[in-house]
């Protein structure tokens, strides 16, 4: 069982809908929970970086953390075209005495005009 | 934008010959990085540095080399290129233990 599970889609919706990307995980030792967008040929872009269970609100992106189902949520609301772009999640601990930042495949997601 | 500059952004070269990618960063942070993402793999670390000096292996360090002797350069070094080595790399950076991870838009190399 991988450590960080992430759909790779991909997944296409039309221009304005709310989209749900989402991760689970297996240890309950990861603490901070990121969300990277990645455009074709770039590097990961930090997009959300959350620490506690709850939701953490930024413009249009709304991280979502549930620690006790180990699940993490990205929703974007009133999608655009230039939102399509691969999304990673990303959680990190201390796992036997060591720092671990473990990412998930990517999310491939197209925006349709 | 975490300052960070990665050259060549692409190259190809041949199996055996020796490889160095170079990752530069402009914002003094203490920690970098060096991953490399393949289609079904995602992002695996290679190899990682706390400080000037100081570095330690990821999960997927064989055939690799890095090093810092200054704070804003990490050097990834592959001895003798394989094809299996064949990937887009990417340097990141963050300033402290528990701060995300920036990155820089990679190098892509092929090992022919």
């Known amino acids: 069982q991988k450590e960080v599970e992430q759909d790779p889609g991909p997944l296409s919706v039309p221009e304005g809908a709310i989209v749900s990307l989402n991760c689970t995980y297996s240890n309950s030792a990861f603490q901070y929970f990121m969300w990277y967008r990645q455009y074709s040929r770039k590097g990961p872009e930090l997009l959300m970086y959350?620490?506690?269970?709850g939701n953490k609100e930024d413009g249009r992106f709304t991280a979502q953390v549930d620690k006790s189902s180990k699940y993490i949520s990205l929703f974007i609301r009133d999608s655009q075209p230039s939102d399509s772009a691969t999304y990673l999640c990303?959680?990190?601990?201390?796992?036997?005495?060591?720092?671990?930042?473990?990412f998930g495949q990517g999310t491939r997601l197209t925006i349709n005009p | 934008d975490a300052g960070i500059t990665q050259s060549p952004r692409h190259k190809v070269t041949e199996t055996g010959t020796p490889v160095t990618l170079r990752c530069h960063q402009t914002?003094?942070?203490?920690?970098m990085y060096w991953y490399r993402q393949d289609p079904g793999h995602g992002l695996r670390l290679i190899h990682y540095?706390?400080?000037?000096?100081?570095?330690d292996k990821g999960e997927v360090s064989d055939g690799y080399s890095v090093s810092r002797s200054k704070t804003e350069d990490f050097l990834l070094t592959l001895e003798s290129a394989t094809s299996s080595q064949t990937s887009v790399y990417f340097c990141a950076t963050r300033t402290g233990w528990n701060q995300p991870q920036h990155f820089g838009d990679g190098t892509r190399l092929s090992i022919l």
């Open positions: 959350t620490y506690s269970s």
């Open positions: 540095s706390y400080g000037v000096k100081d570095t």
């Open positions: 990303a959680m990190w601990g201390i796992i036997q005495g060591a720092q671990k930042l473990v």
């Open positions: 914002e003094n942070h203490r920690y």
